[in-house]
């Protein structure tokens, strides 16, 4: 049977750890490639998923960044503007320096204290 996919939304790591979580729940999937993106998305997000979806509505609403970029910004995290910088250059427009230190700011606030 031929399946086609209607649709699709992009979401971050977090939220993508979120989704697979619930449907392993409750379908009790289970096998080396779950298991092997499972850790992946376990180890690199670097938020919960409610707040990578409060940070890329910030990201796209205060910042007019593309879901997209807020997207890849969420799911790297940049600790410095530079780093930031170079993540965000996608973007039509250029950012102040101000900015740019205002959303690591807000990245840093969101991030999930290790240890």
């Known amino acids: 049977m031929v399946r086609k996919v209607k649709d699709y939304v992009d979401v971050s790591n977090p939220e993508a750890l979120r989704l697979l979580e619930d449907i392993v729940t409750k379908y009790g999937l289970e096998s080396q490639i779950i298991n ?61 320096e101000d900015d740019l230190k205002e959303i690591v700011d807000l990245l840093n606030s969101y991030r999930v204290k290790s240890g």
């Open 36 to 96: 092997i993106t499972l850790d992946y998305l376990r180890r690199y997000s670097k938020v919960k998923p409610e707040d990578a979806q409060a940070l890329i509505k910030e990201l796209t609403s205060k910042y007019g960044l593309a879901r997209i970029t807020a997207i890849q910004v969420v799911n790297i995290m940049p600790s410095t503007p530079e780093e930031l910088q170079s993540i965000i250059s996608v973007e039509k427009r250029p950012f102040k």
